[in-house]
């Protein structure tokens, strides 16, 4: 067990201070501030040579490799500069592909021009055949709930869940 120290100064004039514990104090033997100077030494000399290690070991395994292939030949470097690499390939102004696809595009969608001219199949701008769409309808047929019930089909009520009857157009 460790012995009671008392601290420092004292000579037993404040007995009678509230608070205060004659049989508490501090140990003064378990670390100094030596020990912990020495500690941070020795962890600051283990860390350069751990590092002196990792580098030699890094060198030794280039060697090694260096050592199992062969160095680039002139020939494979010359090879290399007319070869292209595979598809798909990266673009190489990829701002200015889109903004060409995108011109094309609303070339398409904006003009008129020949789909198929032997058949006599064109195309029309965007805007005029949603005209045409708008103005002549698109097609429609009964569907056979309209047939069974005379032209009417059966629709959910606004406020209940009753069913009304609506005349389909045909």
């Given at each position: 067990?460790a012995?009671?120290?008392?601290?420092?100064?004292d000579?037993?004039?404040?007995?009678?201070?509230p608070?205060?514990?004659?049989q508490?104090?501090?140990?003064?033997?378990d670390?100094g501030p030596?020990?912990?100077?020495?500690?941070?030494?020795?962890?600051?000399?283990?860390?350069?040579?751990?590092?002196?290690?990792?580098?030699?070991l890094?060198?030794?395994?280039?060697?090694?490799e260096?050592a199992?292939?062969?160095?680039?030949?002139?020939?494979?470097?010359?090879e290399m500069?007319?070869m292209?690499?595979?598809?798909?390939?990266?673009?190489a102004?990829?701002?200015?592909?889109?903004?060409?696809?995108?011109?094309?595009?609303?070339?398409i969608?904006?003009?008129?021009?020949?789909?198929?001219?032997d058949?006599?199949?064109?195309?029309i701008?965007?805007?005029?055949?949603?005209?045409?769409?708008?103005?002549?309808?698109?097609?429609?047929?009964?569907?056979?709930?309209?047939?069974?019930?005379?032209?009417?089909?059966?629709?959910?009520?606004?406020s209940?869940?009753?069913?009304?009857?609506?005349k389909?157009?045909?």
């Amino acid at each position: 067990m460790a012995e009671i120290i008392k601290p420092p100064h004292d000579h037993g004039e404040h007995q009678d201070e509230p608070g205060r514990n004659e049989q508490v104090a501090w140990e003064r033997r378990d670390v100094g501030p030596g020990q912990i100077t020495g500690f941070a030494i020795g962890l600051f000399i283990s860390f350069i040579i751990v590092v002196f290690i990792i580098i030699g070991l890094f060198d030794f395994m280039r060697a090694r490799e260096d050592a199992k292939n062969p160095k680039d030949m002139p020939a494979m470097m010359q090879e290399m500069h007319t070869m292209k690499p595979p598809e798909p390939r990266l673009q190489a102004d990829p701002r200015m592909e889109i903004k060409d696809l995108r011109e094309s595009e609303a070339g398409i969608l904006e003009n008129f021009g020949w789909l198929n001219p032997d058949k006599g199949i064109v195309r029309i701008p965007i805007e005029k055949a949603i005209d045409i769409t708008a103005a002549k309808g698109l097609p429609s047929k009964p569907t056979p709930a309209g047939i069974a019930n005379g032209g009417y089909r059966t629709i959910p009520a606004d406020s209940s869940g009753g069913r009304t009857l609506e005349k389909i157009a045909q």
